[in-house]
């Protein structure tokens, strides 16, 4: 029995853990299937947008919702102001070199953050209305920090669906992601639906970091949590809403039990060894979209 509480114990953590790297995925896929680029500063998104949740919440002691909400409005602004001034003027290059400019955008995140006082490289706490307090079931002990992170990641995964689905931006953004050239005879300001994808993308990254500093603090070295929900998005197949979250919830699944049942550091390759075995199996991930495009 003590065995199977463990593993228990394991899965509730893997899956909060999981959850982050499905909110981070997401962001990867958002952009990608918009204007096909792979956005490789995410995760300095995300930890951009932690370190505004912890000044806004802490420094400036505003309420934990309404800190969140300021992070989330704040990262979109900077989403779309990345894609207006830095990326937009670059499409239409080779494809290496979008992917350069996005891993410079992370390196001068890291940096800027490094240099403003009161960030620095110094580790911050930052705590929720749910920290310090923990829900029992049975031999199962989950954190109410885990809990908000599973919950909050389920209501803004139904949101997105329902936003896609449902309202007439989130159709354009679809259209725009399926058939640019369609797209802009069909009257969609494209430019401007990419500039609103990247600031959505930016959203989600904030949520991702406010969720997270609670349990992991707020640390200028966050970002790097990027490059584990970067396998995620390619393991559900890259392009896939869908496989972003099967993704994110297996890479962390996986690497909660590595860190548990394996030797020390075999929880920090985990995710490679994974992704390595599914692709050599399926090489266009776990869910793959069809090639036809429509408007």
């Not at 290059?93 to 350069?100: D, M, R």
């Not at 401007?192 to 969720?211: D, N, P, Y």
């Not at 979209?289 to 408007?295: G, P």
Request: a positive charge; one cysteine or more; charged letters at 10%.
């Amino acid at each position: 029995m003590q065995g199977l509480g463990d593993f228990a114990q394991m899965l509730a953590a893997g899956t909060a853990l999981g959850c982050v790297y499905v909110l981070v995925a997401l962001g990867f896929v958002l952009i990608y299937k918009a204007t096909e680029v792979v956005n490789f500063a995410q995760g300095e998104l995300m930890m951009l947008g932690a370190f505004i949740g912890y000044t806004l919440i802490v420094v400036l002691g505003l309420p934990f919702w309404i800190g969140l909400a300021g992070a989330v409005v704040g990262m979109a602004a900077i989403g779309a102001l990345l894609d207006r001034v830095v990326v937009r003027p670059i499409v239409g290059q080779p494809v290496f070199a979008i992917v350069i400019v996005t891993i410079g955008i992370g390196y001068v995140v890291r940096s800027v953050v490094a240099f403003i006082p009161g960030w620095g490289v110094d580790t911050h706490a930052l705590t929720s209305p749910f920290s310090g307090r923990v829900a029992a079931l049975g031999p199962l002990i989950v954190s109410y920090d885990q809990i908000a992170v599973m919950t909050t990641t389920v209501l803004l995964v139904g949101a997105l669906f329902a936003f896609f689905r449902g309202t007439r931006l989130g159709i354009a953004m679809q259209a725009a992601s399926q058939n640019q050239l369609a797209a802009y005879y069909a009257g969609i300001p494209v430019p401007r639906i990419f500039s609103l994808i990247w600031a959505l993308s930016a959203a989600v990254s904030a949520v991702a970091g406010v969720l997270l500093a609670p349990i992991a603090f707020v640390h200028v070295n966050m970002g790097f949590i990027g490059l584990k929900a970067f396998p995620a998005a390619v393991l559900g197949g890259f392009g896939s809403i869908p496989g972003a979250i099967v993704g994110g919830l297996v890479i962390g699944i996986v690497e909660s039990l590595a860190g548990f049942y394996l030797p020390e550091g075999f929880k920090d390759v985990a995710a490679y060894v994974v992704l390595l075995a599914v692709l050599a199996v399926r090489p266009q991930g776990l869910f793959v979209e069809s090639s036809r495009k429509k408007v």
